[in-house]
């Protein structure tokens, strides 16, 4: 049977059986029909984990038809390396960055939007084919642990969190998008991810516990639902979570 030669690199090899990794393998290509996105994806690897591909020693597009005796390598994001003129993959990703995340991330979600980033999370109204659509349609980059969430073809942007622990997510979010200079903390809603801002006491004091209209008189209240924001006791506890998300 014909083969191609496959060589993944970097955090790529977290998808493969422990055997493959690290180091060039061949896998079987049948009569140059199949696309390099299949193989790949066949192998484990998300396409959406995947941001340059070389065949051969020149840059290809998922497209590329696999041939017999071909050398591919597959790399993830560059995070020191401006390899722009190469990439062929997929368009650039948009500035601000935006997110979707599934519907196991709530935690991740607050972190995010807490540290002032645009984070869509629905809990559990949306299923992974809506989930999809929206990522594609809004150019957000979906957050999940699901690796077959991320090989539907209509996402473009998608990154597979490797550990449970919300706390180390938002750690390996900010790394991979080089987010720590992005940040805008206390400026969205933890609640439904709408914009924050400054609103007087005297708006909204007869929604204020006792002691809050005593003790407190800067507020800030979202824009979509009208949850209303203070540095009140739970301030230090969310602080010291920012604080040690971008250190």
Request: aromatic letters at 10%; hydrophobic letters at 40%; one cysteine or more.
């Amino acid at each position: 049977m014909d083969t191609a030669l496959f060589r993944f690199y970097a955090d790529l090899n977290d998808f493969l059986p422990a055997h493959l990794r690290q180091r060039p393998f061949p896998s079987p290509v049948y009569d140059g029909t199949q696309s390099v996105k299949h193989l790949v994806e066949s192998l484990g690897v998300p396409h959406a984990e995947v941001a340059l591909i070389v065949a051969n020693g020149r840059s290809i597009n998922f497209d590329y038809l696999v041939q017999a005796n071909d050398q591919i390598s597959i790399y993830p994001p560059f995070m020191t390396i401006d390899v722009s003129p190469l990439m062929q993959l997929r368009p650039f990703l948009p500035q601000p960055y935006r997110f979707i995340l599934d519907n196991h991330l709530g935690k991740l979600a607050r972190y995010l939007r807490l540290l002032g980033f645009d984070a869509l999370y629905f809990n559990d109204k949306a299923d992974d084919a809506e989930l999809a659509q929206i990522s594609h349609d809004e150019q957000r980059i979906l957050l999940t642990r699901d690796r077959g969430l991320l090989k539907r073809s209509s996402v473009i942007y998608g990154y597979c969190l490797r550990t449970t622990d919300s706390e180390e997510q938002i750690k390996a979010v900010l790394h991979r998008y080089q987010l720590h200079d992005k940040t805008a903390p206390w400026t969205r809603c933890l609640r439904c991810n709408g914009l924050l801002e400054p609103v007087a006491k005297e708006r909204i004091i007869h929604r204020l516990e006792p002691k809050t209209k005593l003790y407190f008189h800067d507020f800030r209240i979202c824009q979509t639902c009208a949850q209303i924001y203070w540095k009140g006791s739970h301030y230090d506890r969310l602080q010291t979570r920012i604080n040690d998300a971008l250190h």
